[in-house]
């Protein structure tokens, strides 16, 4: 690389956004987050301003300030309480565009600053932050274990909850299922080191979640590969025989059991999952998924007590399910929203949300406000995958994969708040930016 080539704004942009992605899990940095977020925002603002004529950007930009106008509505019209709405609106919603502004702008950057093998730097830009931050957060880990002399799970590492290390993870697997793909495909690797690696960042990720008891982390990591290799039987069939790609095949169906007998065995969560599914679904029965830690857990009809975490979970879906229906139109900007339907309703709330990001969402904004968000996450995945498919863009793949993961996550975490959307915007960002901007650049 020609570092000759990027400019100080540049650097500047690519060590604050760099170090904002590996401070955005940490607990106690809400100071440090908002002064990297600003101070960046401030070196890519006039950057983005200058590159969202370009017709894909304006399209995926025109849904999303359709749906911040639809909060206003809601802030405005429909909620009880203005204020407070958009109070809340400032505190989620203005850090979350400009993370998606940051991204946008610091691709536009590195994309004119005509570096060689751009995309492995795009790529870099996501993988050497959130490497740093598991290599942290699993140190964190073997500490304890060797503190405590066992191996030990629900364990949040650096972070201030099990969760966390997963979302970060999250980020981090489209990139590595895209460069581990390219190189089956005998393409040009996205990530500029040795498949050793690669292999290797991807078994200290699976060590974070597994540490972490990151049941949903595991899911969407197996569902990603999964969905990685679908769509590249196409590719694969044009290079390999029909023998190897079966045999390649074979090989992943065994691991993908081995891997679903060792979660069934190791996580007692999954021994009672099916039994538990009915129980939880009649929330009319027994209200003890009213509290987080119910005194007592239903019996499934095998007499065992059912899953504490699936139950809670499905009930509290299918009850943000029902407060959807009765509000179409939303009800305000809240991350609480669900905790005070649900207070008026049975005079006993314990959860804040449904963990349902998608429900909670609806809740808040209405079928209006889910059809402009769906809308815009399908628009994001649209260009990545016609830039997969026209020019075998491997960061067209990692933001089509992304953008499925997130979507399929918000089924059963609430995400589409806090920490956890603005790093997801902001990586979506630089990957739409460094795609459509690679574009335009080739149509010069």
């Known amino acids: 690389m020609n570092y000759s080539q990027i400019n100080l704004q540049t650097w500047a942009l690519l060590a604050l956004s760099s170090i904002l992605l590996f401070v955005y899990t940490l607990p106690h940095a809400m100071a440090l987050r908002q002064f990297l977020l600003f101070g960046a925002f401030l070196l890519s603002a006039k950057t983005f301003l200058t590159v969202l004529r370009q017709k894909k950007l304006i399209s995926v930009w025109r849904t999303y300030v359709f749906l911040q106008v639809w909060m206003f509505v809601v802030a405005l019209f429909i909620a009880d309480q203005p204020i407070p709405s958009i109070l809340e ?125 990151s049941r949903n982390g595991l899911v969407t990591m197996l569902l990603a ?14 290079i390999y025989s029909p023998k190897r790609i079966a045999a390649v095949f074979l090989i992943g169906t065994l691991f993908i059991s081995a891997y679903v007998s060792v979660a069934l ?102 079928f209006p406000g889910l059809i402009l968000w769906a809308t815009f996450l399908f628009l994001l995945a649209r260009t990545g995958w016609q830039a997969w498919k026209a020019h075998k863009e491997p960061l067209g793949f990692a933001l089509m994969l992304l953008i499925v993961m997130f979507a399929f996550r918000a089924l059963f975490d609430s995400i589409f708040r806090n920490h956890m959307l603005e790093q997801f915007m902001l990586v979506s960002g630089l990957l739409l930016g460094a795609i459509t901007l690679k574009k335009r650049n080739k149509s010069h």
Do not use: C
Request: hydrophobic content about 50%.
């Open 265 to 366: 065995k190791s996580d007692p969560r999954w021994q009672n999952f099916v039994g538990t599914v009915p129980i939880a679904w009649d929330i009319d029965r027994n209200t003890l998924w009213l509290n987080s830690i119910p005194d007592a857990l239903p019996l499934s009809s095998n007499g065992e007590p059912v899953d504490l975490s699936a139950y809670s979970r499905i009930a509290w879906a299918h009850e943000a399910w029902r407060m959807l229906l009765a509000h179409p139109w939303g009800i305000e900007i809240s991350r609480e929203t669900f905790h005070r339907l649900e207070l008026a309703k049975y005079g006993h709330a314990d959860m804040a949300h449904s963990h349902n990001g998608w429900l909670d969402f609806g809740l808040n904004f209405g």
């Open 89 to 213: 609106w400032e505190g989620q919603w203005l850090t979350t565009t400009l993370s998606f502004v940051i991204g946008i702008g610091l691709a536009a950057l590195l994309m004119g600053a005509q570096i060689h093998k751009t995309p492995s730097v795009i790529a870099l830009v996501v993988a050497i932050p959130i490497t740093l931050l598991i290599v942290a957060n699993n140190a964190a880990v073997l500490n304890n274990i060797l503190l405590q002399g066992t191996f030990i799970t629900h364990d949040s590492g650096i972070t201030d909850h099990t969760a966390n290390i997963g979302y970060a993870i999250a980020l981090l697997e489209p990139l590595l299922v895209a460069d581990m793909l390219s190189r089956i495909g005998k393409r040009t690797p996205l990530l500029p080191v040795s498949i050793w690696v690669t292999s290797f960042v991807l078994g200290m990720s699976v060590f974070a979640l597994v540490a972490a008891a």
């Open 225 to 238: 590969f999964i969905l990685g290799g679908i769509m590249m039987l196409s590719e694969l069939r044009k």
